[in-house]
């Protein structure tokens, strides 16, 4: 969603700052802007559409210089995409310009106070009563001032502000919402996430959530509410700054696709000692436990859809999944003894934050899948297992996803293992049979140029149903997710067995339907939901297990898989399908990493 980046140095900002919206663009946006200061001086433009766009405005702008400034890419949210709803947002006297993410929830009740007091407002913005706030309130303290606002405001907020008064200061605030401080040499910077500044530094300082930083080119400062200095540790980034970067591929998602085999070694082989499970991160006693409850959205929930069979297969608990955007309303019957697991790929997805708030007021401990490291769920949850993926820059998650499952794999084997559920000689097979998975995902990438060709055959279908059967169902639907997002093709997943109850009348002359056919056990099954819709005209495009003979009868074009033990099949079967969304999408002439409507991080309930 919105993206923030702040620079204070000794050298030109707005370069550094348009470079940092690039990098941000990826999380989704509609509009940009950027403010500069140069001594008591604050300038900005902002406006609709690309990054690209404001370049063009910003570098032919002479007015726009200093060392020191703030940019935004805004996802609207209150007010539509305009210039004047962009950020920053300026006090009428121009000694204040912010920028911001979240959403301020009372922003109606301060704005109508603010109209009282004759403040008159320019944008349809919630965020526009911050700099208004900031501009009424202020005495010549800043940090007082920024401490007495944040204390009216309810809601979310990531918050960047530069004050005439203060020239080469850059001020940071946050709730909820990410922030992170760069540290560089004789510059520091602050933004919504690293990828902003990495190219410039990889130590970062973690702003929590009710803390404050004044930030100059040579120092940070971080004080709380009651403006004390708060000491913060520096923590460094590990990766580089080429994972950030398409390295020759057209698009991140195919780089992301391609990384698959190293992100699944990163996230597995750390965690085999002895030829068994570990979790060095987890000290639970799964005894405890009379149910698991997995909640998460989209991908993250479909990778928990397959962590559900495969849990409860191994464990002999009782697992459910439930969307975390639709948990809290449910009045869940969650308690001390239910293990709550969430996954999130960014860490900071708002229906997950909020289904984990509401599994707590309920007692329960609470495990989260993260990928990025500090983000708000990690620090939310009891228990963070990190998948290691590494930067994902695509909207669409590949990596991320398979990641997840490997770690749902991985925590049903060990969770198995703890209940006494399988002997030590199960425990290290099971074990062995996760170890081998990078090396599948690498040889199932091998069908990249087989892939494409069919997605050169099919990319023109208005609709594509995916089916399968248990485990291959919970893949099936996310195959069906990644096709559309990128491609913007109606698609649908069904458990196959379901077709005959009612969505089989869809099925029609030359109708794609896409089957996955992995869990051999129920190969016969899906092989006669094949034949039902070949019956009714479709195309069948089957992904089968490499050594299957029979599927070539039935199915119109045949995608083989390497074989993997048939729990795990799902981080295989997988990438084909990804492939396949990518092609599609590619010949749909599609904004493949930036997909319409979409961002990266769901910030927002
Ligand atoms: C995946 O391709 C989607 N963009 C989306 O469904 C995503 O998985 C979902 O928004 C959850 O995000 P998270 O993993 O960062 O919490």
Redesign the pocket.
């Known amino acids: 969603m919105c993206g923030i980046i702040g620079f204070s140095g000794k050298t030109d900002a707005k370069s550094i700052i348009l470079d940092g919206l690039k990098r941000l663009e990826y999380r989704g946006y509609d509009s940009a802007g950027i403010a500069l200061q140069k001594d008591n001086t604050i300038n900005m433009v902002k406006t609709t559409g690309k990054v690209d766009n404001l370049v063009k405005i910003a570098e032919s702008n002479k007015n726009l210089v200093g060392n020191c400034g703030i940019g935004h890419t805004r996802w609207a949210t209150h007010g539509v995409p305009s210039d004047v709803n962009a950020h920053p947002h300026m006090s009428s006297d121009g000694k204040f310009a912010i920028v911001h993410n979240g959403i301020i929830e009372n922003h109606a009740e301060i704005k109508k106070s603010l109209i009282d007091k004759g403040i008159k407002f320019l944008s349809e913005t919630d965020t526009e009563v911050i700099v208004q706030l900031l501009d009424y309130y202020y005495d010549g303290d800043i940090k007082k001032t920024l401490a007495k606002i944040s204390s009216m405001l309810e809601g979310s907020y990531a918050l960047g502000v530069l004050c005439a008064d203060f020239p080469g200061s850059i001020f940071a605030a946050k709730v909820s919402s990410p922030l992170i401080i760069g540290v560089g040499a004789g510059e520091n910077y602050f933004a919504s996430d690293i990828t902003a500044f990495i190219s410039h530094t990889k130590n970062v300082i973690d702003l929590d959530d009710g803390e404050f930083a004044e930030i100059t080119a040579d120092r940070v400062s971080v004080f709380d509410h009651n403006l004390r200095d708060i000491k913060k540790e520096e923590r460094k980034i590990t990766w580089d700054v080429a994972a950030a970067e398409k390295s020759g591929y057209e698009h991140f998602m195919l780089k992301e696709i391609m990384e698959q085999p190293g992100a699944l070694k990163a996230t597995i082989e750390p965690r085999i000692k002895d030829g068994r499970v570990s979790f060095d991160e987890l000290n639970i006693d799964m005894k405890k436990y009379d149910r698991i409850l997995i909640t ?5 929930y479909y990778a928990g859809c397959v962590g559900r069979d495969v849990i409860e297969k191994l464990c002999r608990l009782h697992v459910h999944t439930e969307v975390a955007s639709e948990l809290r309303y449910r009045d869940p019957m969650i308690d001390e003894k239910t293990l709550v697991m969430v ?7 708002a229906d ?1 934050i909020a289904a984990i708030k509401e599994a707590k007021n309920k007692n329960a401990d609470v495990v989260a899948i993260v990928n990025v490291v500090g983000s708000t769920i990690a620090k939310l949850a009891d228990y963070t297992i990190y998948t290691w993926a590494g930067p994902e820059i695509a ?3 590949t990596k ?1 996803y398979t990641t997840q499952v490997a770690v749902l794999y991985m925590f049903a084997v060990w969770a198995a293992g703890k209940l006494g559920r399988i002997d030590d000689k199960k425990l290290k097979e099971l074990t062995n049979d996760i170890k081998i998975l990078p090396e599948r995902a690498q040889r199932t990438l091998d069908l990249n140029t087989r892939v494409k060709k069919l997605a050169d055959k099919y990319y023109s279908k208005q609709s594509i149903f995916f089916i399968g059967r248990y485990l291959d169902y919970a893949v099936c639907l996310e195959g069906s ?2 096709l559309k ?1 990128i491609s913007y093709i109606h698609s649908e997943a069904y458990a196959a067995g379901e077709l005959k109850h009612g969505t089989i009348a869809l099925i029609e002359d030359g109708r794609l339907v896409v089957s996955v056919c992995c869990y051999e056990p129920l190969l016969d099954k899906i092989i006669s939901n094949i034949q039902q819709v070949k019956a009714r005209g479709a195309q069948v495009l089957a992904l089968a297990i490499e050594g299957n003979k029979k599927i070539f009868a039935e199915a119109d074009d045949v995608l083989l898989v390497p074989k993997a033990n048939e729990l795990f099949m799902a981080a295989v079967e997988i990438i084909p399908l990804q492939l396949f969304a990518y092609y599609v999408a590619k010949n749909n002439h599609c904004d493949i990493d930036k997909p319409k409507n ?1 961002a ?3 910030t927002v309930e």
């Open positions: 998460a959205c989209g991908s993250a996954i999130s790929q960014s860490g900071e997805t997950t909207v669409a998650t991320g997710l990644k997002e979409l990266k991080s769901v």
